[in-house]
């Protein structure tokens, strides 16, 4: 007893001596730290004195502080950025699923903006902005050396006006012009249709009326086929989906879970660390998903697809997504603006990040143009035994059973007109008429 005791102390008074010996040390160095920052703050202030009294024309104090703050913020990463009070309202605006502009999610890359994607139904999208663009040029000024928000502030504008951007494209040897006219934009974030006995639900971004949306649209599809038995499958489209709100991510993804981990989110403390778990009810009832994603899904898009994919409740469908996992915390300031600070990464229940990385589809099908019309005309010169002169009838079906299987057959003529439309959702169709068909054998 007395020798555990005694060892016991003993490491507490070695640690006491070692914590004399580095006190002094690990001062002198904070001390010094502290004295650096006070340096380089007074450094800043001596810049920003002589610029307002020796710049060549006089300048906006303000715009200038604004621009030390932003350049501090962009410096950091991409997300991080200063919303001075009237982007702060915009943003506050867009949450809520209506405002003016385009309708594109943007970020910087290369000096440039990146086009993350274009939001459905938005003058962008029809004026034909794909994910993946750069816009060089806006109205002829070029992007290069600007801001993110310096680039968002130069497109935006009255509603009913006119802008021009240039854009580079991959695979497109010259950059060109595209007219755009600013409109209202009113996401409706939640389309739903269904495409013979699949539920297809198209997600475009991620408000506050997210959940609310895709909870209604899928129990009135559901009822439209006359019941869940009448249903093979789900399919949840997140394809140019540029992210939005983490809680509604959280609440889409908690719809097709019982139970187990949804994200994580990890800051720079362990005590800033969050997890967020699933509840009971899914409102698939256990039929298959297929979630189709591709480089413009993005951020809260990711957290859904990621989610789906570690539990095995979903297979991904499509191309590699965006690759954003980072968490951005806005924070008001005085004077009514906010910044815009990235604070945490988030991960997917297995633990892996997708920064950088994207969520991988589990199966890859890239899109398809459209096809020319060579592939019906080589159908149209097919012959059948049905077609030749003389051949017998099949005596085998019933007249009901014949009935059946000329709308089975006229189900995959439409299924197999999609592919020339959109590729990707008809591969997500096949596979849930395959499982449906397997299930059904067994």
Known sequence: MNKLFMAALG?????VVMTSQFTGPLIAQETAKVKSTYEQLDLFGDIFERIRSAYVEEVDEGKLIE????GMLTSLDPHSSYMPPSDFDSMQVQTRGEFGGLGIEVTQENGFIKVVSPIDDTPAANAGIEAGDFITKVDGDSTMGLSLDESVEKMRGPVGSEIIVTIAREGVEE????????????????RARTEGETVVLRVSSF???????????LADQVSELGGIGNVNGFVIDLRNNPGGLLKQAILVSDAFL???EIVSTRGRDSGDSERFNAT???????KPIVVLINGGSASASEIVAGALQDHHRAIIIGTTSFGKGSVQTIMPLQGDGAIRLTTARYYTPS???IQSLGVAPDIL???RPPLDDILEEDSQAQRFEADLRGSLENDSLTEDERKQLEEERNAQIETAKLRDQDYQLAYALDVLKGLSVLKNGN
């Open 11 to 15: 490491g507490t008074l070695a640690g």
């Open 365 to 367: 099908v890239e899109q």
């Open 207 to 217: 408000t506050d009326q997210t959940y609310e949306n895709l909870e209604d649209s």
């Open 175 to 190: 950059p060109f012009d595209v007219s755009i006219v600013r409109d209202i934009i009113k996401i409706k974030a939640v």
């Open 67 to 70: 621009s030390a703050i932003n």
């Open 351 to 353: 633990g892996r990040s």
């Open 258 to 260: 019982n139970k187990g």
């Open 280 to 286: 009971d009810g899914d409102l698939a009832q256990d």
